[in-house]
């Protein structure tokens, strides 16, 4: 098993930037790929970005290509989400989620592991 732990939200203003952090513990990091997933009140949880083992490859939401970056640190256990030119419409609880499966890689029902979730507010 692996544990997942994000920490890095907060509140921004419209166009600006926040970095989120995943940390795992557990077996080999290396082993999972890796991803993003968020939602919205009232919304269903919705794939955002995510990595596979190497770092290789690299996948994104259309609504967030070209702002989000994903990037994973297998020395350190740890994926990263840099989202910059931030809108309103991105608030949202972001989740990090891991799966040594091999996934349909934007649906949420095929990660295994998923951490608590962090707030993401965008203000206009």
């Known amino acids: 098993q692996v544990q997942l732990v994000e920490s890095g939200g907060g509140l921004v203003q419209a166009g600006g930037s926040l970095g989120l952090s995943c940390a795992a513990s557990?077996?080999?990091?290396?082993?999972?790929?890796m991803g993003w997933f968020r939602q919205a009140p009232g919304k269903e949880r919705e794939f955002v970005a995510a990595?596979?083992?190497?770092?290789?490859?690299?996948y994104y939401a259309d609504s967030v290509e070209g702002r989000f970056t994903i990037s994973r640190d297998n020395a350190k256990n740890a994926v990263d989400l840099q989202m910059n030119s931030l809108r309103p419409e991105d608030t949202a609880v972001y989740y990090c989620?891991?799966?040594?499966?091999?996934?349909?890689?934007?649906?949420?029902?095929?990660?295994?592991?998923w951490g608590q979730g962090t707030q993401v507010t965008v203000s206009s």
């Open positions: 557990g077996r080999t990091f290396s082993s999972y790929i």
């Open positions: 989620a891991a799966t040594e499966r091999v996934p349909r890689i934007r649906i949420s029902v095929d990660y295994d592991y």
């Open positions: 990595i596979t083992w190497s770092g290789a490859n690299t």
